[in-house]
C-alpha cells in the first residue's frame, strides 16, 4: 500500500492562492467562496480554513501578493533607458499590470469586500508601490528632469491621473481612437507639468 504524501503548509497556500486568482480573473469577487477555492485548489474547506481564517484572509493574501507584483512592475526599468523615463516607464507598467490583470487590479483599487478591511501587513505591501514612485521623483529631481517638491504629493497627483486613465479604461469608458497613444501623451503631459520652472 502507498503511503500518501502529506502537502505541506506553503504548498496549500500557493494552491489555495493560485486557485483564488484564477477564479477571480475568470469569474469576478463573487466567485471567492470558500467552497469554491477550495475546490478549484483541490483542498478541503476544511484545509483551506486551517491555513487561512476564511475567504477574507485569502482575499487579503490576494490584494498583498497584487500589490507586491504591482510595485515591482513598477520598479522594472525598460533596458537601455536612464533615470529621465523613469515615470514613463513606470505609467507604461501600470497600465500594462491592470490590462494584464483586470479583476486582480480592480480588487486591489476599486472594489470592496464586504467586511474586508487589509492586514498591517497587506497595508504595508500597499504603501510600497507609491514609495517606487517617490523614488523615481527623488531620482528625476536630483537630476533637475522634474520641478523642486515633495516627492510623495508629486506621486499622488501622478497616480491620481494615471489610475484615473487606466480606471476609465478597464470599464471600457475610453472615446480615444488610439488608446495607447492617449495615454502616452497623457504621461508625455504629467512629464512636461513637472518640468523645472
Given at each position: 500500500?502507498?503511503?500518501?504524501?502529506?502537502?505541506?503548509?506553503?504548498?496549500?497556500?500557493?494552491?489555495?492562492?493560485?486557485?483564488?486568482?484564477?477564479?477571480?480573473?475568470?469569474?469576478?469577487?463573487?466567485?471567492?467562496?470558500?467552497?469554491?477555492?477550495?475546490?478549484?485548489?483541490?483542498?478541503?474547506?476544511?484545509?483551506?480554513?486551517?491555513?487561512?481564517?476564511?475567504?477574507?484572509d485569502?482575499v487579503?493574501?490576494?490584494?498583498?501578493?497584487?500589490?507586491?507584483?504591482?510595485?515591482v512592475?513598477?520598479?522594472?526599468?525598460?533596458?537601455?533607458?536612464?533615470?529621465?523615463?523613469?515615470?514613463?516607464?513606470?505609467?507604461?507598467?501600470?497600465?500594462?499590470?491592470?490590462?494584464a490583470?483586470?479583476?486582480?487590479?480592480?480588487?486591489?483599487?476599486?472594489?470592496?469586500?464586504?467586511?474586508?478591511?487589509?492586514?498591517?501587513?497587506?497595508?504595508?505591501?500597499?504603501?510600497?508601490?507609491?514609495?517606487?514612485?517617490?523614488?523615481?521623483?527623488?531620482?528625476?529631481?536630483?537630476?533637475?528632469?522634474?520641478?523642486?517638491?515633495?516627492?510623495?504629493?508629486?506621486?499622488?497627483?501622478?497616480?491620481?491621473?494615471?489610475?484615473?486613465?487606466?480606471?476609465?479604461?478597464?470599464?471600457?469608458?475610453?472615446?480615444?481612437?488610439?488608446?495607447?497613444?492617449?495615454?502616452?501623451?497623457?504621461?508625455?503631459?504629467?512629464?512636461?507639468?513637472?518640468?523645472?520652472?
Amino acid at each position: 500500500m502507498a503511503v500518501r504524501q502529506r502537502t505541506s503548509s506553503a504548498q496549500i497556500e500557493d494552491l489555495v492562492i493560485t486557485a483564488a486568482l484564477a477564479l477571480l480573473e475568470d469569474h469576478g469577487v463573487e466567485a471567492l467562496t470558500v467552497r469554491e477555492i477550495a475546490r478549484k485548489a483541490g483542498v478541503a474547506p476544511m484545509g483551506l480554513y486551517n491555513h487561512f481564517g476564511g475567504k477574507l484572509d485569502v482575499v487579503d493574501a490576494l490584494v498583498r501578493q497584487g500589490h507586491d507584483r504591482f510595485a515591482v512592475a513598477l520598479d522594472q526599468p525598460v533596458k537601455g533607458h536612464g533615470i529621465k523615463d523613469r515615470l514613463t516607464d513606470a505609467g507604461l507598467a501600470y497600465r500594462a499590470f491592470a490590462h494584464a490583470n483586470p479583476r486582480l487590479y480592480q480588487l486591489m483599487f476599486m472594489q470592496s469586500v464586504t467586511g474586508y478591511e487589509p492586514s498591517t501587513e497587506t497595508a504595508i505591501s500597499m504603501g510600497r508601490s507609491i514609495q517606487v514612485l517617490v523614488g523615481h521623483i527623488t531620482m528625476m529631481q536630483e537630476q533637475g528632469i522634474i520641478r523642486a517638491g515633495e516627492p510623495l504629493e508629486i506621486a499622488q497627483q501622478i497616480w491620481s491621473n494615471v489610475h484615473g486613465y487606466v480606471s476609465l479604461e478597464l470599464f471600457t469608458i475610453n472615446f480615444a481612437p488610439r488608446p495607447e497613444e492617449a495615454y502616452r501623451k497623457l504621461l508625455d503631459d504629467l512629464l512636461y507639468g513637472l518640468g523645472p520652472r
